[in-house]
């Protein structure tokens, strides 16, 4: 069983910096692809980014290119969210998913992935 916890998320103030965590356990790295997702109450949730099986390829939400950056590290079985210059507007829970399948691309389409977890709160406000 594939199972995936973020951290890192937290208040920081509009402009400001946070790096979020998702340590995946179960399965290496390199057989999934991995999501990171945002979701505000009431709305859908909404792919944020992604990255490929290999590491290769990463995908970028357009409100957040320039801002975000996906970044994984093998040894330790965690993916990464630094998110810089973050605006009020990013204020939601933020969700990392994967999917079991090797892949040189990857989707930040919700209904591509199966397995999620419990999400972390990341608040921008002054």
């Known amino acids: 069983q594939l199972q995936l916890v973020e951290s890192g998320g937290g208040l920081v103030q509009p402009g400001g910096s946070l790096k979020l965590s998702c340590a995946a356990s179960?399965?290496?790295?390199?057989?999934?692809?991995i999501g990171w997702f945002r979701q505000a109450p009431g709305k859908e949730r909404e792919g944020v980014s992604c990255i490929s099986s290999d590491g290769s390829f990463t995908n970028y939400e357009d409100s957040v290119k320039g801002r975000f950056t996906i970044s994984r590290d093998s040894a330790k079985n965690t993916v990464y969210l630094q998110m810089n210059s973050l605006k009020p507007e990013d204020t939601v829970i933020y969700y990392c998913a994967a999917y079991l399948r090797t892949s040189i691309v990857c989707s930040t389409r919700t209904s591509s992935y199966n397995y999620w977890g419990q999400g972390t709160q990341v608040t921008v406000s002054s």
């Open positions: 179960g399965f290496p790295l390199g057989t999934f692809l």
